[in-house]
T-cell receptor, first 113, second 110 residues
Framework: SQTIHQWPATLVQPVGSPLSLECTVE??????LYWYRQAAGRGLQLLFY??????ISSEVPQNLSASRPQDRQFILSSKKLLLSDSGFYLC????????????FGDGTRLSIL | KQEVTQIPAALSVPEGENLVLNCSFT??????LQWFRQDPGKGLTSLLL?????REQTSGRLNASLDKSSGRSTLYIAASQPGDSATYLC?????????FGAGTTVTVRA
């Protein structure tokens, strides 16, 4: 069966520090991969998605970037964190082709001080 | 831009009562609609997915209906239990992108 792993589970970072969140998927090949953010009191917002290695699409202009160095690995990064980057970050995967369900990881709670 | 609304924002019921959660969306050109459950501080668990060509899906005590033309979906949970307490999110898909509602937080009182 397929599983998705995210780490770390929680992270406290100072303003201006770099960020790297990692997500890996097991049990499937060539998945579509997604990063979402859930800010306090707001719904989930799609940040990035990827349909293959090195292929990244950005949904929202921001202080963050994403990379997909391997088929089942998706990384969310920032060079300098802002207070507004605080939130709950969720990685998800789906099969290729239209109309596939998305499956989510357990998330990373990011607090910026 | 797709807008997804969930009403009510919160719901409290006694154990054993049936739950009815509503979701509406503005653009009917969707691929599918998914219902998720989110426990506090946790990720999302997929409950049901309804393809755009379907009218409903069932899994155990859960039944979800979809009326694409009117932009509405309803999630029914029969004979609620305290373990059903969580936030329920609906999301509509335009192929790769999910647009989420803000969720309905459900409390089932023992």
């Amino acid at each position: 069966s397929q599983t998705i792993h995210q780490w770390p589970a929680t992270l406290v970072q100072p303003v201006g520090s770099p960020l790297s969140l990692e997500c890996t998927v097991e049990g499937t090949s060539n998945p579509n991969l997604y990063w979402y953010r859930q800010a306090a009191g707001r719904g989930l917002q799609l940040l990035f998605y990827s349909v293959g290695i090195g292929q990244i699409s950005s949904e929202v202009p921001q202080n963050l970037s994403a990379s997909r160095p391997q088929d089942r690995q998706f990384i969310l990064s920032s060079k300098k964190l802002l207070l507004s980057d605080s939130g709950f970050y969720l990685c998800a995967w789906s099969g290729t082709g239209g109309s596939q369900p998305q499956h989510f990881g357990d998330g990373t709670r990011l607090s910026i001080l | 831009k797709q807008e997804v609304t969930q009403i009510p924002a919160a719901l409290s019921v006694p154990e054993g009562e049936n739950l009815v959660l509503n979701c509406s969306f503005t653009d009917s050109a969707i691929y599918n609609l998914q219902w998720f459950r989110q426990d506090p501080g946790k990720g999302l668990t997929s409950l049901l997915l309804i393809q755009s060509s379907q009218r409903e899906q069932t899994s155990g005590r859960l039944n979800a209906s979809l009326d694409k033309s009117s932009g509405r979906s309803t999630l029914y949970i029969a004979a609620s239990q305290p373990g059903d307490s969580a936030t329920y999110l609906c999301a509509v898909s335009d192929d790769y992108k999910l647009s989420f509602g803000a969720g309905t937080t459900v409390t089932v009182r023992a």
